[in-house]
Nanobody, 119 residues
Framework: QVQLVESGGGLVQAGGSLRLSCAAS????????MAWFRQAPGKDREFVAA???????YYVDPVKGRFTISRDDAKNTVYLEMNSLKPDDTAVYYC?????????????WGQGTQVTVSS
């Protein structure tokens, strides 16, 4: 059974930083493209960043230069380092394995972790 457990969210002031973690079981992350998505109140879930099996990273424009996705295959964990946070980053953040289309998740989701950025 696949389980994804996101953690590390919280309340932070604008300009602050958070590091999100996504620990997986029942799934060997090293064999998947892994991505972070987020869902803000009243909005659809959206792609944020992805990391390929080889370590190539992809970001949406609004987070480029501020967010860094990484993976520790030995720990079966994916991370999202978020710096210079803005109120617009407020959302529930989810990690997920994706298809070869990095914006399309395979359907495995955790409970997410809430990130709230105050102005």
């Amino acid at each position: 059974q696949v389980q994804l457990v996101e953690s590390g969210g919280g309340l932070v002031q604008a300009g602050g930083s958070l590091r999100l973690s996504c620990a997986a079981s029942g799934l060997t992350l090293s064999t998947y493209v892994m991505a972070w998505f987020r869902q803000a109140p009243g909005k659809d879930r959206e792609f944020v960043a992805a990391i390929s099996v080889s370590g190539t990273t992809y970001y949406v424009d609004p987070v480029k230069g501020r967010f860094t996705i990484s993976r520790d295959d030995a720990k079966n964990t994916v991370y999202l380092e978020m710096n210079s946070l803005k109120p617009d980053d407020t959302a529930v953040y989810y990690c997920a394995p994706t298809s070869t289309n990095i914006r399309v998740a395979l359907g495995y989701w955790g409970q997410g972790t809430q990130v709230t950025v105050s102005s």
